[in-house]
């Protein structure tokens, strides 16, 4: 594969590593940060001509008190709260300056309770709408009482739009994402709790079976039009079971069905080419339950592709203009 296209804006792309597992229903996410590094996350960014600060792993700053649950199922909620606080801070300020690219490194998927409402806050006080990309096998929308499981990488999309029952139990959030500015691709494992609120919220949901009718370019570019019509700011936040298990077998949540090699890499050449992108989370890579590294080298080269690496050479939007 070619380096960065001459054209694209060099970013300050600034790596977190959030070992967070106690949101999974397996133990392993806690050693994805230091997989991706092991990967050459750092190394594959700089070689296409962005400036890479790793910032290390960061910390949960110890459990928030919260009362006891109703809802028996719930696990470790007193360490998930306290892990959202501390992810939300450090997604407001990573995010502060105009070429900064947070890229979270996780970690299970209850760390996008804390980044979608540090980010959200972000947007808000420069005035910007917030958009969210959500690639996931599932929509992590079960409350506190809804979830039957009770682990916690179920809710953080509940969480951040603001459905009811976390006050009390999680941060109260400085800014909420608007749902109507969600759009979520590769949906498809949907918990009956979740069915009728995800339909009524105004999220916008393409499940696999869309893919397959409609293809990844039609679905996807109605939605970036819409963010850059907007001058949003967009937050790209991708599960590894997003994608097919057959080629990313290194998650604890594995869904037959998923996204393809290509597909995946071109949704994420389209979100280079739009330009738009501004910040990461990379969610649920388990490396005890990965093959030689092979998931955490996919998901490296993926987000190399968002960041500018290219097979050959094509015009960008801002090229055609």
Same mark, same amino acid.
């Given at each position: @594969? ?9 970013? &300050? ?36 001509? !962005? ?9 949960? %700053? ?5 009362? =006891? ?6 696990? &470790? ?6 892990? *959202? =606080? ?26 996008? #309770?804390?980044? /979608? *409402? ?24 079960? *409350? ?8 916690? &990488? ?6 951040? *739009? ?21 759009? @979520? ?7 009956? +709790?979740?069915? #009728? ?16 009718? !409609? ?15 907007? %001058? ?5 936040? /991708? ?12 998650? %604890? ?14 949704? @994420?050449?389209?979100? &280079? ?30 987000? +190399? ?6 097979? @050959? ?9």
């Amino acid at each position: @594969m070619t380096e960065n296209d001459q054209g694209a804006r060099p970013r &300050h792309c600034r790596l977190i590593g959030v070992p967070l597992e106690e949101g999974a229903g397996r133990r392993g996410c806690a050693m994805g940060p230091a997989a991706f590094r092991t990967a050459g996350i750092v190394e594959a960014l700089a070689a296409l001509g !962005h400036r890479v600060t790793d910032e290390g792993d960061l910390a949960p %700053g110890g459990d928030l008190p919260a009362a =006891a649950h109703g809802n028996p199922a719930v696990k &470790h909620l007193a360490r998930i709260a306290g892990w *959202t =606080a501390a992810i939300a801070d450090a997604a407001f300020d990573a995010s502060a300056g105009p070429d900064d690219l947070p890229v979270f490194l996780g970690g299970d998927h209850a760390l996008a #309770a804390g980044t /979608l *409402t540090g980010l959200a806050r972000r947007a808000a006080v420069e005035g910007r709408p917030f958009f969210v990309l959500w690639l996931d096998a599932h929509p992590d929308f079960h *409350t506190l009482e809804t979830t039957v499981s009770g682990h916690l &990488h179920g809710v953080p999309m509940a969480y951040a *739009t603001g459905r009811a029952g976390f006050a009390g139990h999680f941060p109260a959030p400085a800014a909420l994402v608007d749902p109507a500015h969600i759009c @979520m691709i590769g949906i498809r494992s949907v918990d009956e +709790a979740e069915r #009728a609120p995800l339909a009524a919220s105004g999220i916008t949901v393409h499940d696999m079976r869309r893919i397959d009718e !409609h293809g990844m370019v039609a679905l996807l570019r109605p939605f970036l039009d819409r963010v850059q019509a907007a %001058g949003g700011r967009l937050h790209l936040s /991708l599960d590894v079971d997003f994608l097919d298990p057959a080629i990313a077998p290194g998650v %604890g949540t594995t869904v037959p069905g998923g996204a393809s090699f290509r597909e995946a890499h071109l949704v @994420m050449e389209m979100l &280079h080419e739009a330009g738009l992108v501004d910040s990461v989370d990379l969610v649920e890579l388990n490396p005890f339950l990965d093959e030689r590294g092979r998931t955490a080298l996919l998901m490296v080269d993926l987000l +190399a592709s968002l960041l500018g690496r290219r097979v @050959m050479d094509y015009p960008t939007r801002s090229d055609r203009s």
